[in-house]
């Protein structure tokens, strides 16, 4: 009997539907399998989606997709519980197309993204949980059981876009021991605000957006803090690093409620209304968390690849998302027109990563998820760094004023930091971002 479809693709998030709307527009019979009551109902989402990739996709996407603001204005801030250093840099070529990122709500965006595949021939089907991997003679994969009545659908190829911790994945046995290290968890609050507020707190004007990224507001827990702007509500949250969160007994709303005291983030938060509270699991560990990504009728991509880049000057996913739901996309074409979806007939899938951004840039970054949540950059740097500035900005007449390596020697051993670790973290850093 002939396959139910040529591919099922599993979760309609921005890989899945990615990877569906490529199949679809080449004509392939195509499911686009979600668990939710539509795309994107479950996701939360605090970030900045940067959609370069969609230029190959969907020709003037910036047209119709449903974008919030685009970010204009990029600014690192390096807290203690007193201080904040804040880098800001802002561009107008960021406001007009080519655009460089956007903030939109998930639920908007992966639902738009899913009706694209919809319109190019795709098969949505939502309020629907694969339970399991079908497998045929030879144990290949040969499509997937469901929570429904006769729920079974078969397929040539089978692609897992099912989020962190794959449970496809995982039954195939293309992940190896789940280690907590290499996760964090997200939490994050959407505040409600009016347009004008925002404007003017953020200086900004029109739909021009601000992306805060900071360290050091954590408290003893590793990780990091981000406030993104959208229309008429800003996103304010942290990601902790799990060993840490549970080594400790603050609870993360609490440490979240901490950072939004801080005298640095009060003043922009403040009289917003909480319209949500959400969190979810973020694969943080980079390329060394990577899973195989191809069995034999099965590929893995977007989140259930741990397509994650947390690399502390980039924090991205959603374009590595859809990406790698792309290549998935065309590799399970080449694989069907060829009629080997073995393992050995979707090896295109990891050579199209290798050969662009998407693992390269892993890759080349592979040691900084380890670098920035180290202690020293969560902890010893952020409080050296504003006692310098402070010291270089304080005037102390009639003390003639230091030098820069007089005060640099000085805080540097009130930190605790020698200059063996910082030598050491400086290399780090340069064979990193080099």
Not at 121 to 126: F, T, V
Not at 368 to 395: C, K, T, W
């Amino acid at each position: 009997m002939p396959d139910d479809f040529d591919v099922i693709v599993v979760g309609a998030g921005p890989a899945g539907s990615v990877a569906a709307l490529t199949l679809a527009q080449s004509g392939k019979r195509v499911a686009l399998i979600e668990r939710g009551p539509f795309p994107g109902s479950k996701n939360m989402y605090g970030g900045v989606i940067y959609p370069r990739i969609l230029d190959q996709i969907i020709p003037d996407w910036w047209l119709e997709a449903p974008v919030q603001r685009w970010i204009t204005r990029r600014s690192t801030m390096i807290m203690t519980d007193t201080r904040a250093l804040n880098i800001d840099f802002r561009t107008e070529a960021w406001g007009h197309p080519p655009y460089n990122g956007a903030t939109a709500y998930r639920p908007d965006f992966d639902n738009w993204l899913a009706g694209k595949a919809v319109e190019a021939g795709a098969e949505l089907i939502c309020s629907t949980t694969v339970t399991a991997l079908l497998h045929d003679a030879k144990g290949h994969v040969s499509g997937v059981s469901t929570d429904r009545p006769e729920g079974d659908l078969s397929a040539g190829i089978v692609v897992a876009c099912d989020g962190v911790n794959s449970f496809l994945a995982k039954q195939e046995g293309l992940y190896g021991e789940v280690d907590a290290a290499n996760y964090t968890l997200g939490v994050k609050e959407t505040l409600a605000l009016p347009k004008h507020v925002i404007d003017e707190r953020f200086g900004v004007r029109a739909n021009e957006g601000v992306d805060i990224e900071i360290v050091g507001c954590t408290g003893n827990v590793n990780g990091g803090g981000f406030i993104y702007t959208n229309l008429d509500t800003i996103a304010v949250g942290l990601v902790l690093k799990l060993p840490k969160l549970a080594a400790q007994k603050r609870r993360p709303e609490e440490l979240l409620a901490a950072m939004k005291q801080h005298s640095a983030v009060a003043p922009l938060v403040e009289g917003a209304e909480l319209k949500e509270y959400s969190a979810h699991l973020i694969p943080e560990a980079g390329y060394k968390m990577i899973p195989t990504l191809a069995g034999n009728g099965l590929l893995v991509a977007g989140d259930a690849a741990a397509l994650c880049l947390a690399a502390g000057i980039w924090l991205e996913g959603v374009n590595f998302a859809m990406a790698s739901g792309m290549y998935a996309g065309q590799t399970a074409i080449e694989a069907i027109d060829s009629g080997d979806t073995s393992v050995e007939g979707l090896r295109g899938y990891r050579k199209r990563l290798e050969a662009t951004f998407v693992l390269k840039d892993h890759k080349k970054l592979r040691r900084a998820p380890a670098l920035v949540l180290s202690d020293r950059v969560q902890h010893g740097y952020p409080e050296m760094a504003n006692a310098i500035a402070e010291r270089m900005f304080r005037v102390d007449n009639p003390d003639p004023k230091p030098g820069v390596r007089h005060i640099l020697k000085q805080e540097r051993k009130r930190a605790g930091m020698r200059w063996i670790d910082m030598a050491r973290d400086t290399w780090a850093g340069f064979r990193s971002f080099g």
